[in-house]
Structure formats: C-alpha cells, structure tokens
C-alpha cells in the first residue's frame, strides 16, 4: 500500500489517491511481482496531467467466490470466548461496474489459470 500511495506522490504530490476493495484486510501477503506491476500502472496514470485522482479498486476477478464468514462472540475484557465458522458464496460485481464511461482501457491481465 506504501508503494502505490508513493507512486502518485512521486509523479504528482497534489494528486489524490482512494484505495478501494481492502477495506477489510488487517494484514496479507501481496505477490511481489504484481504489486510492483501495479506500482508502475499507478505511476503511468498519475504522471497524465489530464487527471487529478488516481483510485485502485481491488475486485475479485472470478465473480462467485467462497468466503469464510467467523461470527465471533467477546467478552467484557476482550478476549474471544467462542467462534463460529461459517461458509457463504458472495456475487462480486465484476470490473464491468467500474469500467463504465471510461475513455481507454488496458487489459493487461494474463488470461485465466495462466497467472
């Protein structure tokens, strides 16, 4: 996330960046490769004068994923007493939703299974 946030300050330190997809994540282990991929997108986009926001929107990329839902109860002091796991399918919108009214689109992704 520090290099995505710093890619668009380096380019342009006015420019605003939104982050959107990893509301939810505390931690997680990002693919070096990619992330740097999307590090150097950001900065591509950032360094356009025509634009003023830099938004990253992380979607799922295969719509009907399995999630893993924990319904965890607390007590007074915090400490977890008891968990349930649970399982749903979520219907993710697809990139699609976000690609609407757009002027240009790159499609850089590998197909699927050859990533």
Request: some cysteine; aromatic content about 0%; proline content about 4%.
């Amino acid at each position: 996330m520090l290099k995505i946030m710093q890619a668009v300050i380096k380019r342009s330190p006015n420019k605003k960046l939104e982050v959107r997809g990893l509301e939810n994540l505390k931690s997680a282990k990002m693919q070096s490769l990619r992330t740097g991929r999307i590090e150097s997108a950001v900065e591509e986009v950032a360094n356009d004068k025509d634009i003023d926001r830099v938004e990253v929107i992380v979607l799922p990329r295969v719509p009907e994923t399995m999630h893993t839902v924990i319904v965890k109860g607390i007590d007074k002091y915090g400490n977890a007493k008891k968990a349930i796991l649970e399982v749903i399918n979520i219907i993710h919108p697809t990139e699609e939703a976000e690609l609407e009214n757009c002027e240009e689109i790159i499609d850089r992704r590998p197909q699927l299974g050859r990533h």
